[in-house]
Nanobody
Framework: VQLVESGGGLVQPGGSLRLSCAASRFSFSRYYMSWVRQAPGKGLEWVSDISSDGGRTYYADSVKGRFTISRDNAKNTLYLQMNSLKPEDTALYYC?????????????????WGQGTQVTVSS
């Protein structure tokens, strides 16, 4: 299993970024997928889950209405569109695969993680 995130960077408050996670070496379309983040000096924070077919999505209250999770099973790619970014969104963002769906913040349910992509929101 391989999960490779990209798309992070430095953005001003109120700006947008789209993260991508390229998945390989497993049947991507059969699994729920998740985004999880870790701010500097803090623990992991679950951000969002998406069902295997993309029909069901779940969001943390902290990002609801601003972030949109999606996937393209033909391209084996997971996305996170982040709008109206705030300084408190600054974190390392991980793509992760839960063993059972959805993963939420039960870290024991995740069996594979990407290396993360850094998002920094600052003026």
């Amino acid at each position: 299993v391989q999960l490779v995130e990209s798309g992070g960077g430095l953005v001003q408050p109120g700006g947008s970024l789209r993260l991508s996670c390229a998945a390989s070496r497993f049947s991507f379309s059969r699994y729920y997928m998740s985004w999880v983040r870790q701010a500097p000096g803090k623990g992991l924070e679950w951000v969002s889950d998406i069902s295997s077919d993309g029909g069901r999505t779940y969001y943390a209250d902290s990002v609801k209405g601003r972030f949109t999770i999606s996937r393209d099973n033909a391209k084996n790619t997971l996305y996170l569109q982040m709008n109206s970014l705030k300084p408190e969104d600054t974190a390392l963002y991980y793509c992760a695969r839960p063993k059972k769906a959805p993963g939420g913040s039960n870290w024991n349910l995740y069996d594979y993680w990407g290396q993360g992509t850094q998002v920094t929101v600052s003026s």
